[in-house]
């Protein structure tokens, strides 16, 4: 069974930019989270989507937005790129509000 | 804010049982206590949750005192391979408290030849 996907693995994009990012839950998989990591920082909560509505949201600014397909895929969406925002973006994935979930390998955004 | 207190770091010889502690005095009869570890940089990965009986699967075993304000993961033979950040995360249920998971700092766990 394949585990979540993320794409792209590395992205460099310029300040100003927009960046987008792209998950795939593992199958069977309604709820679909997303984290930055910032270099040597911990694991920031963004965003929590389920059944396509977002449930909860982190303490970030509006440009960092999101959604969730009808097949429970998922994009994060970066606007206006600050420097600031270079980090590891990582989406998880579970079955249910309440069960363990999966995390993909994540996507390295650089902004120069 | 992450609901559980952990040391900053723990070594443990290669071979033995490492055991993570964690506190959560504020945890409430519907949450769980997850663990995750992450090894350089890459996703988290999964290891065990409970909520209040003592779990075990083929990675560890939870340990979760019986007022549930706190816990122990352990690792019964420890190898190199173990040496990550270990984050012990208080989960509610979604009809309770937030349903997505709460990263705090973890403990750098150094297992050592």
């Known amino acids: 069974e394949a585990g979540v996907t993320q794409s792209p693995t590395h992205l460099i994009k310029t300040r100003g930019q927009q960046a987008t990012l792209r998950c795939s839950p593992i199958s069977g998989h309604t709820s679909v989270y997303w984290y930055q990591q910032a270099l040597g920082l911990g694991l920031q909560f963004l965003l929590w989507?389920?059944?396509?509505?977002?449930?909860n949201r982190g303490n970030f600014p509006p440009r960092f937005s999101g959604r969730q397909f009808p097949n429970y895929s998922s994009e994060l969406n970066v606007n206006a790129l600050e420097l600031e925002d270079s980090a590891l973006y990582l989406c998880a994935s579970s079955r249910d509000l309440n069960t363990e979930a999966f995390f993909g390998q994540g996507t390295r955004l650089t902004v120069v | 804010d992450a609901k559980t207190t952990q040391p900053t770091s723990m070594d443990c010889a290669e071979g033995r049982a490492a055991n993570l502690p964690c506190n959560h005095s504020?945890?409430?009869?519907?949450?769980?206590v997850y663990w995750y570890r992450q090894i350089h940089s890459q996703g988290p990965q999964y290891i065990i949750h409970?909520?209040?009986n003592n779990e075990t699967n083929e990675m560890a075993s939870l340990i979760i005192t019986e007022d549930r304000k706190s816990s122990t993961l352990i690792l019964p033979h420890a190898t190199l391979r173990d040496t990550a950040v270990y984050y012990c995360i208080v989960r509610g249920d979604y009809g309770g408290s937030q349903g997505n998971l709460i990263f705090g700092k973890g403990t750098k766990l150094s297992v050592k030849p």
């Open positions: 989507y389920d059944e396509g509505e977002e449930r």
């Open positions: 504020t945890i409430s009869g519907n949450e769980y």
């Open positions: 409970g909520l209040k």
